[in-house]
């Protein structure tokens, strides 16, 4: 049955930072591609950031670049998405997901597994 365990979200001020993880089991983790997503009340579920296999490939939302990175340990089966100068409209359910192909895919629909999310609040 596989797996993806969400953790590090919380509330934070704007200007803020958290780091994101999700543990996956379950799955050929170093096959899979992995890619954060959120979704905020009322809107619709939006890419965030995405990390090839091998971590050679990341891809990032314009709304975050320069503010997130993505990363990966394959040995301990986690990704992570470190997040800096967080501001209210980050505020949103972050989720893990994973895609059995190469690359760093931006679009939902190339993830076959997904987290149940953590809830991210920036607010002053």
């Known amino acids: 049955q596989v797996q993806l365990v969400e953790s590090g979200g919380g509330a934070v001020q704007p200007g803020g930072s958290l780091r994101l993880s999700c543990a996956a089991s379950g799955l050929s983790f170093s096959g899979s591609a992995m890619g954060w997503f959120r979704q905020a009340v009322g809107k619709e579920r939006e890419f965030v950031g995405s990390i090839s296999r091998a971590a050679v490939y990341t891809a990032y939302a314009d709304s975050v670049k320069g503010r997130v990175t993505i990363s990966r340990d394959n040995a301990k089966n986690t990704v992570y998405l470190q997040m800096t100068g967080l501001k209210p409209e980050d505020t949103a359910n972050y989720y893990c997901?994973?895609?059995?192909?190469?690359?760093?895919?931006?679009?939902?629909?190339?993830?076959?597994?997904w987290g149940q999310g953590t809830q991210v609040t920036v607010s002053s």
């Open positions: 997901a994973a895609a059995a192909r190469s690359g760093a895919p931006t679009r939902d629909y190339d993830y076959v597994y």
